[in-house]
């Protein structure tokens, strides 16, 4: 994807995802929702994350894989890449994974989706190349997600937006960015 291809957007609709999957309609092109089904025993409980012939794998070469820890309360947002595709999966806490399409030849763009995800949502979301991400830890116990990267790290494609930007005008819920 070209820098020209993405461009910094106002949000003009903004759909709340709860078991969705890809083509679900309100869903932001490209983005696929695997819920995960959480199998319980007397010791635990056990969860297939993703096959490489699932939706939310396909064709998706994985590079690197992500540990990250982030408070209860806080934003961590918004930036988006130009060449890597992203898989969020939140195992603890809960997050609301807050995505905006900037690409500029999508039929979604300035869509938001907003898509619940943790220890009591489990689930796998994967966001294209171009769509803004970021996410805010609900009130309650920190986060710890795992996440995937279809390329190795690269700062000079990293790209950021202010989480409160107003030219993007998306909506947090009340919690205070730190």
Known sequence: MKREQVEH???????????????????????TVRPLTLLPDDRGHFAEVFRVTDPVAERFDFAQTSLTATRAGVIKAFHYHLEQDDIFLPVSG?????????????????????????????????????????????????LVMVYYTNRIYNPSDEYRVPWDDPGVGFTWWGIENR
């Open 94 to 142: 809960t997050a609301r994974i807050a995505l905006v399409d900037f690409r500029t030849g999508s039929p979604t763009k300035g869509f938001a989706n907003s898509i619940f995800a943790g220890a009591l949502y489990p689930k796998a979301v994967r966001i294209p190349a171009g769509v803004a991400h970021g996410y805010e830890v609900m009130p309650g116990d920190d």
């Open 9 to 31: 957007v106002r949000v003009t609709r903004h759909e709340i995802i709860q078991q969705a999957s890809d083509g679900t309609e309100g869903l932001i092109d490209g983005v």
